[in-house]
């Protein structure tokens, strides 16, 4: 915060990261609650729906308060079109309670915000199926973040346990571990991810199905960070303080951690964001082979996997929800990696 | 709107470019290219060896057949044989070639060919793909030559549709091929490294240029036997190019930009964005393709899960109200955009010829569904969860090929409308391969949807569906001798149509085959998807065909109209 | 010497046992050649089972492991069972069209993200700093298939550039009118290629200048009259090389495994639609060979990686086992 900016200034701009950080998470947490629908739940006679739209005016210019939405039509003969018809409109209520289905019954259900029945309000818009796409992009982001963050850590923390090894100690341990890295980078993925799908169970429950992405990626995924992590030890190692805490009689375990550390998290941290964003857009390609996230539960892979169509960039934009989801995540993790990140100068001696 | 503009004027442009003008003294209908998109590159040339579809599109061009079936009609015309005639009690064929008849090298073409030809393809040794549709109830047919241009085909017995079996068979050149199959080296030639000069056939058209993963130049073969109405030797077009192109959405973008001259099989949802008066789309309606949800019920290790969810897959009320539950209208609109027909038999609309109508087209009905449950002898539990007798939770798993993604879709809305009769359904979608070893190999499913499309209108191309023998009798495939009454009587009804020559016959027995299939239900019957396809407005005598190559199947008629040539 | 003899053995024993994996994954896993005709109903299994037996594809893994490592040692990497000929006449063109793509990209990625990165840490924690880490963040978070087939759209319907594939037809090969031709052929993939690695790049270039070059050290250094981009180009750049060396070896190495989808997706004739091609098609020693030929790649880039970072850094012991006896303590 030296040039540029003033500490106040930083200091706002930090608060403000850190609001925006918490209320993400907030929003992804509580899901269920925010999403005014459950994500399966298909609405076949909508699909394709662009987002409702919030209405503020009626059709004799009154202004109010509440939001309304108003019907939509399905154009005859068009291929699901659809336009409004503000003859019938409903409320957006806040805070309500419903009865919806649960399991193969109803129950009672509260959400932030919905639109009183039978019209809907799907805030960005439906899918192939009718599936409202705002909920399917929150319940989506649990998972999938969830996986991506819980893989990227796998992977980051064989990176740098194996990365450290093989740049502090060099000659036998750093051959061994970059033959490995190596292996594991060369091994035809593609071949093996059948072999593995093949190898579990046909019906993978959910939550086994995402343990097992986690693994899978944390697997696939540690070689890269592996190899800068190394490259930066074995710099880091040469240099003079490190020369000089080695001199001065330093434990080994008490160089890597004090001196040598500090430049790795850097390393690491970028990795981290770049992970987590190649982690979430790997589920499209593991679904290929079988291993994505089983339906209905909706996950950003699989949403993408939909919206990676000509259709979706021309016409049904609001599939691209995902990909913006992505995009604000991917900001918001990197202002807060470079904003966490230790000032190594702190730790240097 | 712009951006249709913009296409339109790019579609001229791109017109003007690629157009080569007609030879003087060429009719007003030669010349010109045709570039069309395959999936995968052609792998070979070689008959005998290729087994996938872009290999036998562009095999199918530089090639002809003896008898032909006609991809419109369904029915047998002459192509290399001018001519046929069967012996009374229907076991010999005599065929007569075309007189004057030549390979794209300009050699003669004799019945030493025909029978050289007949010789390799039931060579146990080669393997062939095409040696199964030549043995006749297990033994291969007999070819010999009677004179240069007449040959006799024998046959075990009497096989009702004889004249069918020739459509595809390729008739392959001694004097080219003669010495590499004495030799044993013949299926390593005619690969896409061969010089395309010896690559030789009697088709519309021969192999110019191959660019290896990228695409195929076939040229006009001057020596092709066919001529149109008014005696001018066919094709029309000069060359037809054939790209590589592996995705479905770039093909779509190619033939947007003008790249591409037709788009066949789009989706429904491609074919809607290219309706609008631009593109030549043309909608042929239903095809042969059926897809259907089928459970598996070959004996499954007692006590296993599999086992034990058998006890549900048998019965078949179970199955009937898997039927009832399922909404096909649904899969018709949302999976196939209402450009599809639902089905409760396997024989599409497409099809007339050999359709039972009088099977009942039963809408869906969840109350059916469960008053058949509950006549099963299934409960349901307080929170709408389907119980069994002995009280076990009722769920399923269905796998799916994960390359098919509109079997996904049926997958996942039959997965909602089965949770409304209180049934869990997982899915499964499998890498291709891994999804045919489990299917066809391990047996080792619950249930699975798939779709087979028939290559040809006849009931005889799918015998190895229904007969219980069969090696595609999904349900139960490779069965000793039928397990059940009614698969006894499909056996008994396919293998009689099979001999019997007089069609009104063979007709009523396979509507009772289809009454049986639509009483026991161990296929349930979803959608067949309509053929669509596309193509530049001015290509002349475009009409897509139900059977497969839907578009370039009268290739050599197809034509650029003069107006699109400048 | 040593050295060299060193990475030329590990080299070696990576590529037996890469090549030797996937044999065995192959033979672990599910599906077959010829497996779409298991499907077909017109055709009977025992003529796939000919066809397999043709190929010997049924025989243990070990014995068909032990026949094409012995004809590998000849130069021969067996034969393709889809297209009926040596793998090795359909491998090294599509590597070298993949290579002319990757490479291109690469170059583009690497100018772009060191140049970015330079600028961005001359004008270090200002708004162009923030902003060009921000735009990296947000590219980073764009999936490159979606990249692609935006490009792929607006080029079908501008028809400022060709929607796919590598050359047009009818265009004679070794004019300029060919190059040119390629050249726009190229465009399409070389951008979604640079869109999608050039981030990645960018943020580590950008983390690794911050890190090597603590305030205090800049300051004083500025303080004696150096001139901000020298001492970012001449002192940073050295502190910083050490995971770039890394990362370009990682670069150099994913060469040809880098955008197997992208060239699916565009119609590019490289080795990734081949690779796809073979996986399906279970065209067992095209993929083994696809297989080898990248592991090769990667193991040279690595090599080479590890020589810049030794070349740039000297302390550094980068081209591995020189300080081996000082590690054993």
């Known amino acids: ?349 | 709107m712009r951006i249709g503009a913009f296409c339109v004027l790019l579609c001229l442009a791109g017109l003007a470019e690629q157009r080569t003008p007609a030879p003087a003294g060429g009719s007003a209908r030669r010349g010109g290219q045709l570039v069309v998109a395959e999936r995968s590159a052609p792998r070979s040339f070689n008959p005998v060896v290729i087994t996938d579809n872009p290999s036998k599109t562009v095999l199918e061009r530089i090639n002809a057949d003896l008898i032909h079936i006609n991809r419109r009609t369904f029915k047998t015309e002459p192509a290399l044989a001018a001519s046929w005639t069967a012996s009374r009690d229907g076991r010999e064929y005599t065929l007569k070639l075309r007189p004057g008849l030549k390979f794209s090298d300009g050699h003669a073409l004799t019945a030493d060919d025909v029978v050289f030809t007949f010789q390799v393809y039931l060579d146990e040794k080669l393997a062939a793909p095409q040696r199964d549709l030549l043995v006749v109830a297990g033994k291969p047919i007999g070819v010999r030559k009677v004179d240069d241009l007449t040959i006799v085909v024998s046959l075990a017995e009497a096989y009702a549709v004889a004249d069918r079996m020739f459509d595809g068979i390729a008739i392959l050149p001694r004097h080219v091929l003669g010495a590499a199959y004495a030799a044993g080296t013949l299926a390593q030639q005619w690969t896409v490294a061969t010089a395309p000069a010896s690559i030789v056939g009697t088709g519309p058209f021969r192999v110019s240029e191959v660019v290896p993963g990228e695409r195929v130049v076939l040229e006009r073969n001057p020596h092709y036997w066919k001529r149109d109405g008014h005696g001018e030797a066919l094709p029309y077009l000069d060359r037809l190019v054939l790209l590589t192109v592996p995705s479905t959405d770039a093909e779509l973008l190619r033939f947007k930009a003008g790249e591409l001259d037709v788009m066949s099989r789009p989706t429904a949802e491609q074919f809607e964005s290219l309706t609008g008066g631009q593109y030549n789309t043309v909608d042929v309606g239903p095809g042969l393709e059926y897809n259907f949800l089928v459970f598996n019920l070959s004996d499954g290790a007692a006590g296993t899960p599999l086992a034990r969810r058998q006890a549900w897959f048998g019965q078949e009320d179970f199955r009937r109200a898997m039927s009832a539950a399922i909404d096909r209208q649904a899969i018709v609109k949302l999976v196939y955009r209402g450009r599809a027909e639902p089905l409760w038999g396997p024989i599409t609309g497409a099809n007339a010829a050999w359709r039972n109508t009088s099977i009942p087209h039963p809408p869906r009905s969840v109350d059916r569904a469960r008053q058949l449950l509950r006549q099963a002898g299934f409960t349901w539990r307080d929170d709408g969860t389907l119980l069994d007798r002995a009280g076990t939770q009722v769920e399923f798993n269905i796998i799916v090929s994960a390359s098919r993604p509109e079997r996904q879709q049926m997958a996942t809305l039959i997965q909602s409308d089965l949770a409304e009769i209180g049934i869990r359904v997982t899915i499964s979608p499998l890498e291709f391969g891994a999804f045919v070893d489990r299917l066809t190999r391990k047996r080792d499913f619950e249930a699975c949807i798939h779709g087979i499309g028939s290559g040809d209108a006849d009931p005889n191309s799918d015998v190895n569906v229904w007969l219980s023998s069969g090696n595609l009798h999904l349900w139960n495939p490779n069965a000793a001798k039928p397990p059940t009454p009614w698969e006894a009587q499909i056996d008994t009804l396919m293998r009689n149509q099979m001999s019997v020559r007089a069609t009104g016959e063979r007709k009523r027995m396979f509507n009772e085959v289809q009454a049986l299939l639509a009483e026991h239900e161990p296929m349930i019957f979803l959608a067949s998807p309509h053929i669509l396809v596309a193509a530049k407005p001015t290509l002349g005598n475009f009409q897509p065909a139900v059977l497969p190559h839907y578009a370039l199947w009268n290739v050599d008629e197809l034509y650029w109209r003069a107006a699109s040539r400048d | 010497m040593r050295v060299l003899l060193g990475r030329g053995v590990r080299a070696v024993l990576l590529l037996l046992a890469v090549s030797f994996l996937t044999f065995v994954a192959l033979a672990g896993t599910p599906g077959q050649f010829a497996d779409e005709l298991r499907l077909d109903p017109q055709i009977s299994p025992a003529t796939i089972e000919a066809l397999r037996a043709e190929f010997a594809l049924d025989e243990p893994v070990l014995t068909r492991y032990a026949h094409w490592l012995r004809a590998a040692l000849h130069g021969h990497f067996g034969f393709s069972l889809t297209y009926r000929i040596p793998v090795e006449r359909i491998l090294w063109r599509r590597a070298a069209n993949t290579l002319l793509l990757t490479a291109t990209s690469l170059c583009l990625a690497w100018t772009l993200a060191l140049a970015i990165g330079l600028a961005a840490a001359t004008a270090r924690r200002t708004g162009w700093d923030r902003a060009a880490g921000l735009i990296a963040a947000a590219l980073l978070a764009l999936p490159d298939l979606l990249i692609a087939l935006a490009l792929l759209t607006i080029a079908a319907h501008t028809g400022i550039l060709p929607a796919g594939g590598m050359t047009s037809v009818g265009v004679e090969t070794g004019s300029w009118a060919a190059l040119r031709d390629l050249a726009a052929h190229m465009a399409i993939p070389v951008a979604v290629l640079t869109l999608s690695t050039m981030p990645t790049l960018l943020q580590h270039v950008r983390s690794a200048l911050g890190q090597s070059m603590p305030p205090p050290l800049a300051t004083a250094l500025l303080a004696r009259g150096l001139p901000r981009p020298r001492l970012i180009a001449r002192h940073a750049l050295k502190l910083a090389s050490a995971p770039l060396a890394a990362l370009g070896g990682i670069s150099l190495g994913s060469l040809l495994s880098a955008g197997v989808l992208v060239e699916v997706l565009v119609g590019w004739p490289g080795m990734g639609s081949l690779l796809v091609e073979a996986v399906t098609a279970r065209d067992q020693f095209v993929i083994v060979a696809a297989t080898a030929l990248a592991t090769a790649a990667l193991v040279a880039g690595n090599a080479i990686g590890d020589l810049i970072l030794h070349a740039a850094d000297p302390r550094v012991r980068g081209a591995d086992a020189i300080a081996a006896p000082a590690a054993a303590q």
Not at chain 1, 62 to 74: K, S
């Open chain 1, 1 to 349: 915060m030296r040039r540029g900016t003033s500490p106040k200034a930083a200091r706002v701009a930090r608060g403000a990261l850190l609001a925006a950080t918490v209320l993400l998470h907030v929003v992804i947490l509580a899901a269920p609650w925010v999403a005014p629908y459950d994500p399966a739940a298909q609405h076949r006679d909508v699909p394709f729906a662009p987002p409702t739209r919030l209405h503020f005016v009626d059709r004799v210019g009154r202004w109010h308060a509440q939001p309304f939405v108003c019907a939509i039509v399905h154009v005859p003969g068009t291929f699901f079109r659809y336009v409004e018809d503000c003859a019938t409109t409903a409320p957006v209520r806040a805070f309500v309670r419903r009865q919806e289905p649960f399991g193969f019954t109803t129950r009672e259900a509260r959400h932030l915000f919905s639109a009183d029945p039978p019209l809907d309000l799907f805030l960005f818009g439906t899918d192939e199926f009718g599936r409202d796409v705002f909920s399917r992009l929150l319940l989506g982001a649990r998972v999938s973040l969830a996986m991506a963050i819980a893989a990227a850590g796998v992977a980051l923390a064989i990176a740098v346990v194996t990365g450290a090894i093989a740049g502090y100690a060099g000659g036998f341990a750093d051959t061994a571990i970059s033959a490995g890295t190596e292996l594991v980078l060369g091994l035809p993925w593609l071949y093996l991810l059948i072999a593995a799908r093949a190898a579990m169970p046909l019906a993978l429950p959910p939550p086994q199905a995402m343990a097992m992405i986690v693994i899978l990626l944390g697997f696939l995924g540690w070689a890269r960070p592996g190899r800068l992590v190394r490259a930066t030890v074995a710099a880091a190692r040469g240099r003079e303080y490190v020369m000089a805490a080695r001199t001065a009689g330093a434990s080994t375990p008490r160089i890597l951690i004090r001196h040598i550390l500090p430049d790795v998290t850097a390393v690491v941290t970028v990795a981290g964001v770049v992970l987590v964003r190649q982690f979430v857009v790997a589920e499209t390609t593991l679904s290929l082979f079988g291993l994505g996230v089983p339906e209905p539960v909706p996950s950003w892979g699989t949403m993408l996997a939909a919206a990676q169509r000509p259709r979706a960039l021309t016409e049904t934009w609001w599939l691209l929800a995902p990909v913006v989801g992505l995009i604000v995540v991917c900001m918001v993790y990197y202002a807060l990696a470079r904003v966490l990140r230790p000032d190594p100068l702190h730790n240097r001696p």
